[in-house]
């Protein structure tokens, strides 16, 4: 007998916890608990993240800004959060790290990020929900918790298993005898149910974990880490209420976001408050003629 499609989602989603449970490369992240299969080294993680980096950099349609308005708040804010990151639960990962910040002109890009090793991306079309130093340091706390909370080896590891755990379903449901088509089908399901079962939370829990760090290192940098709130606030306004449905998203819907940062507020704001608070200055003004 032909097991159920639903049946052999669940059937392939716990394969993969098993296989997950049994094999080695586990680590815990440090602030959440949270257990981690890795199954890649740091430091091939950083050499794919300077290959990756130098590829953006060597793009012909890729202009890195000259204004020292638009670079010099980057990096003040750059700074500021890697000597968090130093001084954090990360600290022996972000000493390895080779640092590196490049400021990219593209005011309609609302986007940062950060590669594993350390390397850095700011566009300036961030500028204009960012507004305020402060903002970008919530967006650059963020993006940073990825790299060092080795975010995108973890979902490698993942897709990994997924694929293998998919592979051993199919070939237990080929043998039940339903015939080539049938078996085409259930992989298809099988697909589904593990994009949206398994890797689409995974990666909503790697964005709030990023978000929950993230204003940690703001608020330990200086940064008033209510400024966070108000950036989603804004980016939410931005989009216009058209984001996908959460369940099918890889990233918490903006109101998810948004209560999230506050039940973390009063943790990041007893660390803000025991430091020298930093001006929230504003960026500058883009996406002019």
């Known amino acids: 007998m032909i097991p159920s499609m639903r049946g052999m989602q669940y059937v392939a989603v716990g394969m993969l916890l098993c296989v997950s449970m049994g094999m080695g490369g586990c680590e815990t992240n440090p602030y959440t608990g949270r257990h981690q299969l890795l199954m890649t080294s740091v430091a091939d993680e950083m050499q794919m993240g300077a290959q ?21 708040p980057v990096r003040r804010v750059a700074a500021r959060i890697i000597d968090a990151a130093k001084r954090s639960k990360y600290g022996d990962m972000a000493q390895q790290f080779q640092w590196e910040v490049t400021v ?9 990020f950060a590669l594993p090793g350390g390397k850095i991306a700011v566009y300036t079309g961030i500028f204009s929900v960012a507004r305020t130093e402060a903002g970008l340091a919530a967006v650059m706390g963020h993006e940073v918790v990825h790299a060092l ?21 199919g070939a237990a449901a080929g043998a039940g005898g339903g015939g080539g088509l049938m078996s085409q089908a259930a992989m298809a399901a099988l697909g589904g149910g ?29 940064y008033d880490p209510r400024e966070s709130v108000h950036l989603w606030e804004r980016m939410e306004q931005h989009s216009g209420g058209a984001a996908q449905a959460e369940f099918l998203s890889t990233h918490p819907g903006h ?6 940062l506050k039940q973390w507020m009063p943790e990041a704001l007893a660390i803000y408050q025991a430091k020298q608070p930093v001006p929230a200055a504003n960026l500058p003004v883009v996406g002019g003629p």
């Open 52 to 72: 990756a980096y130098s590829q953006v950099k060597s793009d012909p349609k890729m202009r890195q800004s000259q204004d020292p308005r638009e670079i010099e």
């Open 104 to 112: 990219i002109k593209d005011d309609k890009t609302l986007n940062a």
């Open 149 to 169: 909370a080795r975010h995108g080896a973890e979902r490698m590891s993942q897709g990994q298993l997924t694929q293998a755990a998919l592979q051993v379903a």
């Open 194 to 222: 593990a994009q949206v079962g398994v890797l689409l939370p995974f990666s909503r829990k790697h964005e709030s974990e990023a978000d929950y760090i993230g204003i940690l290192l703001a608020a330990d940098a200086g």
């Open 255 to 260: 109101e998810t976001r948004i209560e999230q």
